[in-house]
């Protein structure tokens, strides 16, 4: 009996080692086939290829259900955990359509090619121009909602951002009457007001857009727009969100990419000097500064302050920079490209991101509903689209043609030297 204890004993152990080994050299593997594929040079022309796939599965979504007038019939509306869905089914699908399509504008801006991401291109502007004409058409099942409740000041706020970014590919090609129709909801939003902050940015912009499209506007509302943004700077690249500061993406996400393009309006139009401008064009690439530098070495950046679910669009603000050819002087368009892609792997590859139809979930990077704010719900996400702007740069740009750098995290954690960071003045 003994003996058989023994040997048993013996059989465990040896069991247990081999296995050990075995996992052991499994592991071993797998960190080599990582290293292989992280080492592994990828030209710019594949991360341009990586970026338009994703901002297609991203968009197409909502552009192509809104071209065939379905999107109120097959988007699902998710909302935070013990909320009700039937406030945001008022509002969701006018902040999916407006926030999409301020992040694809300058994208479909581009002239057709013969390309795969040409054909993809040249697919979603044809049925983004036949959606916002449902968009505004009272007999259409998907007429979008500008008329009751304060969110819609918002979401006509990033569809008007929109056709400034891209007004020949967006605005001029659609016919009299659906631009009409859009002015009559946009002039109907001034029915209502919204909170004390960063929404002074939209009834502005809502405005500089009917400004550049020759209609009557409210000077009241720019200029109230353009006077509290200003008082609310902090120095340094940063915008308090109303009078009091919150550390947050808020940066970037509306404040400097709006209030730019809402200034790049009134200046044209002599309704602000142009140094006005210049210095809301400087804040902002003194702001993308940071939002290079928090992008780890792993591509990794803080989920910090409200609305993390907006995932991407924490770098609009840095890509609007590369798209304007702005970058700071230290910063290459490669660490930035190579820099936001690293992001978009780590944030879409390793987690779904998706329900089973294609469709945003809420969350950070996967499914996590607990992190939503109050005011979050499907259509909400598509703030992610945000984070694309340079793919409006055509493909042999350099940002998309100049060899792979590091990022600023990436190099000063691995001993290379790297760009010091100073205090500004303006």
């Not at 080692?17 to 040079?41: E, F, I, P």
């Not at 996590?368 to 499907?378: H, K, L, N, R, V």
Request: charged share 20%; with cysteine.
């Amino acid at each position: 009996m003994k003996k058989f204890k023994f040997a048993f004993l013996l059989a465990v152990i040896s069991f247990t080692v081999n296995t050990s080994l075995v996992a052991q050299q499994q592991q071993q593997q797998q960190q080599q086939q990582k290293k292989k594929k992280s080492s592994t040079v990828v030209s710019g022309a594949q991360d341009r290829e990586y970026w338009a796939n994703l901002l297609y599965k991203i968009s197409s979504p909502i552009i192509l259900n809104l071209a065939n007038g379905t999107l109120k019939q097959h988007m699902p509306v998710e909302v935070p955990p013990g909320q009700k869905t039937d406030f945001f089914k008022k509002v969701t699908y006018l902040e999916a359509v407006g926030r999409t399509m301020a992040g694809v504008a300058p994208w479909l801006a581009l002239p057709d090619d013969d390309t795969k991401e040409g054909e993809m291109r040249k697919k979603l502007r044809i049925a983004l121009l036949k959606g916002i004409a449902n968009a505004v058409d009272p007999a259409n099942p998907d007429y979008l909602n500008f008329r009751t409740e304060s969110q819609p000041i918002v979401d006509a706020a990033y569809m008007a951002q929109a056709f400034l970014r891209a007004p020949k590919a967006l605005w001029e090609p659609l016919d009299a009457v659906t631009k009409g129709r859009i002015a009559e909801e946009f002039m109907a939003l001034r029915t209502r007001t919204g909170a004390y902050n960063n929404w002074l940015l939209f009834a502005g912009i809502n405005e500089a857009f009917l400004m550049s499209i020759g209609k009557q506007t409210d000077p009241v509302r720019i200029e109230f727009a353009k006077r509290k943004i200003i008082e609310w700077y902090q120095g340094d690249g940063w915008y308090s969100d109303g009078p009091s500061f919150s550390m947050d993406y808020y940066n970037s996400y509306v404040i400097h990419p709006m209030l730019v393009d809402f200034f790049k309006v009134l200046s044209d139009k002599k309704r602000v000097n142009v140094e006005a401008y210049d210095t809301a064009v400087k804040r902002m690439i003194r702001y993308s500064e940071f939002s290079e530098r928090i992008i780890g070495p792993d591509g990794t950046y803080p989920p910090m302050g409200r609305s993390v679910t907006y995932r991407t669009a924490a770098f609009q603000a840095l890509g609007q920079v590369a798209l304007m050819d702005k970058l700071p002087s230290g910063i290459s368009p490669a660490q930035v490209r190579c820099g936001v892609t690293a992001v978009m792997h780590r944030m879409f590859d390793q987690y779904n991101n998706f329900d089973k139809d294609g469709w945003l979930v809420l969350g950070f990077c996967g499914a996590q509903p607990g992190i939503a704010d109050g005011y979050t719900s499907t259509g909400s996400l598509y703030m992610a689209t945000l984070g694309f702007l340079p793919l409006g740069l055509p493909a042999d740009h350099k940002f998309w043609t100049d060899p792979a750098a590091d990022w600023t995290s990436k190099k000063a954690w691995s001993a290379q030297p790297f760009k010091k960071d100073y205090h500004v003045e303006y």
